[in-house]
């Protein structure tokens, strides 16, 4: 009798016995809660889980990194990727008073919207920066309005490789900071840039420097110097006009050794209270994004008067993230003055002639946006424009300009808008940078300036 072929497939009737199952779930515990104890440790400023403790971080950190890297890539291919950075939702707003915008330029420009009080709003040139639809393209530009509101120059912002770091493409990056040169050459920086830029009157490159610089760019008494904000928008940096060497930078560490009985900037360093130990002169962990710098504004020496307790070249700078105001003297970093919480995650303050303070604030995650004054001698405050009137809200982002008329320019970058209101708060000019096709959405302006004749007339010279 022929024997049986032998099994093809072995069969384990062996059961896991439950003891090990319950072993195996208690070491797996055990090690999620040591897993969760290192990460929490090494968040905390502690140094005692050395590098594993750097390791658990970047791991704990991976499903957020992964979807953050997914939802770039989609966005790389579906519809939305061209415009994504520079879109914003238009709000219910009535635009039949609004009329288009015209280009006297050999480019053209649409999406442009503008309306008026004839004999209300100031008689003066402007400039227009933002993002627009300029011949069928979204371009990052600067455009000259006339006083009847006609684009009659376009400046094209765009940046070179520069230090071997190729830039994103025009689409996925915002221009925000611009200073204006008496001789019409613009410097520039932008979100998600990579370079600090001077071009001419006519657009051509004068010089380039690289590294992250954006939100501010503000020129000294002399338009020798801007000062800009670099490193992530923790470094206050200041940068020659001529040819963009950097003269002086530094970082909010700086300002914290500076000024070590002001524990203003602490808010954002993580410090481990060690109930079993008592070390001293320890350094805590910073947050991520500690202060989120937006501006940082010399005191012009015209109206230095005007702040007793504050010289000429004083910096105002504003730091986003911990709702504070302060004043440091660039020199010895000595913070002279600070105010905290009169502002919620504001912009751009600036110095007023009659001795206050005026600020951008934001309100973000509130329902609208105002422009408050505050005095640095009494700290008091006031609104000076209050934007329920307008339906007036950038959740961030945001510049304004007090002008000498008393006349407030106000750009709501989250909007897609600005817009100049009178000594009665009456909105007496308004721009929409409306998107070509769209119904419901808008592009980002950046900002509205008032130009002086000085400018004009350099920006009119003819080009070689």
């Avoid at 009798?1 to 199952?21: C, G, I, S, Y």
């Avoid at 940068?239 to 002001?262: H, K, Q, T, Y």
């Avoid at 004043?327 to 303050?349: M, N, S, Y």
């Avoid at 008329?405 to 209101?421: D, K, L, W, Y």
Wanted: include cysteine; proline fraction near 5%; glycine fraction near 6%.
């Amino acid at each position: 009798m022929a024997r049986p072929d032998p099994p093809t497939e072995l069969h384990m009737d062996r059961k896991v016995p439950l003891w090990f199952f319950l072993l195996c779930m208690l070491f797996a515990l055990l090690a999620m809660v040591a897993f969760g104890w290192t990460v929490r440790s090494s968040l905390s400023g502690s140094k005692r889980t050395g590098s594993w403790g750097k390791v658990a971080v970047e791991i704990a950190h991976f499903p957020s990194t992964a979807n953050m890297v997914i939802r770039e890539l989609l966005g790389y291919v579906s519809e939305d990727y061209q415009d994504a950075r520079v879109r914003v939702p238009r709000d219910d707003f009535d635009l039949s008073r609004f009329r288009p915008v015209q280009s006297k330029t050999d480019r053209s420009v649409d999406g442009l919207l503008a309306a008026r009080v004839e004999g209300k709003a100031e008689d003066v040139w402007r400039l227009l920066i933002g993002a627009f639809w300029i011949d069928d393209d979204l371009e990052n530009a600067a455009l000259l309005l006339s006083p009847s509101l006609d684009v009659t120059k376009v400046w094209i912002f765009d940046e070179a490789p520069i230090e071997g770091i190729t830039p994103r493409h025009k689409e996925r990056k915002f221009i925000h900071g611009v200073a204006v040169l008496d001789d019409a050459s613009l410097i520039f920086s932008f979100d998600a840039g990579v370079s600090l830029q001077r071009i001419d009157r006519c657009g051509r490159r004068q010089w380039a420097i690289g590294g992250e610089f954006h939100h501010a760019v503000n020129l000294d008494d002399f338009g020798h110097s801007v000062w800009t904000l670099g490193d992530g928008l923790e470094r206050p940096t200041q940068v020659a006009v001529e040819d963009g060497s950097i003269l002086r930078s530094f970082s909010m560490e700086d300002v914290v050794r500076a000024n070590p009985d002001i524990d203003i900037l602490e808010l954002r360093r993580v410090h481990q209270s060690e109930s079993f130990d008592n070390r001293r002169n320890t350094d805590g962990k910073w947050y991520t994004d500690p202060f989120h710098l937006n501006d940082a504004e010399p005191l012009p020496a015209a109206i230095a008067g005007a702040f007793p307790d504050f010289a000429a070249g004083d910096l105002l700078i504003s730091a986003r993230a911990i709702n504070l105001l302060f004043v440091v003297d660039p020199e010895d970093l000595k913070v002279k003055w600070w105010r905290i919480g009169a502002t919620q995650r504001q912009h751009d303050p600036d110095w007023q002639p009659n001795g206050e303070i005026t600020v951008y604030n934001n309100r973000l995650s509130r329902d609208y946006s105002e422009i408050v004054a505050i005095d640095p001698s009494t700290f008091s405050k006031r609104i000076v424009y209050d934007g329920r009137r307008s339906n007036f809200y950038s959740r961030i982002r945001g510049k304004h300009e007090v002008l000498p008329s008393g006349h407030i320019i106000v750009s709501s970058p989250q909007q897609g808008r600005t817009f100049e209101v009178d000594e009665t708060g009456e909105i007496v000019l308004e721009i929409m940078n409306t998107k070509p096709g769209s119904d419901d959405e808008n592009y980002v302006i950046s900002e509205l300036k008032r130009l002086s004749p000085e400018t004009v007339e350099a920006a009119g010279a003819r080009c070689d």
